[in-house]
């Protein structure tokens, strides 16, 4: 104990100051304690609540991969259906389940309709894949069954093909309409 005093006397600085020094910091660690504990909890709920929120995010993500995974199933099998069944049987069914609401269906297009969409609106191609069609058919998008009118923005041209697609969903009704919509706009200025 005699040196380090010694030293305080030689550099001059008083006893009493480093007490009150040693004190003061005490207090303010005594005093400041409740708040640090504060903030440690506080670091501590951040941390759970990134787990938590990390946790969700994983979930979500593997919830849109399985959807991804059975939607990619469901167009192989779709597709694997469309090779396997013949069209002909294809349209049958169609007809079979269409049958039973007749009383309520729309009226078979007008042929005159069907051939000026043909020629003038579809230029001999399919209104869906564009290619050359020789034995077109007319699709209507919000079916005859649901009361969809012979209007030419309700009737597309479409190949044996694409008409199978359109009929089974895999080419989507608001896809068929989106493209329709622009075969309108360009038909109609023509038309102009
Ligand atoms: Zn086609």
Redesign the pocket.
């Known amino acids: 104990m005699q040196l380090p005093l010694q030293i305080l006397e030689f550099r001059e600085i008083p006893l009493e100051l480093l007490v009150a020094l040693c004190l003061a910091g005490f207090f303010l660690y005594y005093i400041s304690a409740p708040f640090r504990k504060k903030r440690r909890e506080e670091k501590e709920t951040a941390r759970e609540k990134y787990k938590e929120e990390q946790k969700i995010e994983r979930i979500e993500r593997y919830k849109l991969q399985i959807m991804a995974r059975e939607n990619r199933k469901k167009v192989r099998r779709q597709r694997l259906k469309s090779l396997l069944i013949p069209s002909f049987l294809n349209s049958k069914i169609h007809r079979d389940t269409w049958g039973q609401t007749l009383s309520e269906k729309t009226d078979p297009t007008p042929e005159n309709l069907k051939n000026e969409l043909y020629f003038e609106r579809a230029n001999q191609h ?1 209104e ?2 564009e ?1 050359r ?1 020789d034995t077109p058919e007319i699709h209507h998008i919000v079916p005859r069954s649901e009361g969809g009118k012979n209007t030419a923005s309700n009737l597309i041209v ?2 044996p ?2 008409h199978r697609k359109a009929d089974r969903g895999v080419i989507s009704r608001s896809k068929l309409e989106y493209k329709l919509n622009r075969k309108m706009e360009n038909w109609s200025s023509i038309s102009d």
């Open positions: 399919c869906w894949c290619e069609v479409l190949c093909n694409c």
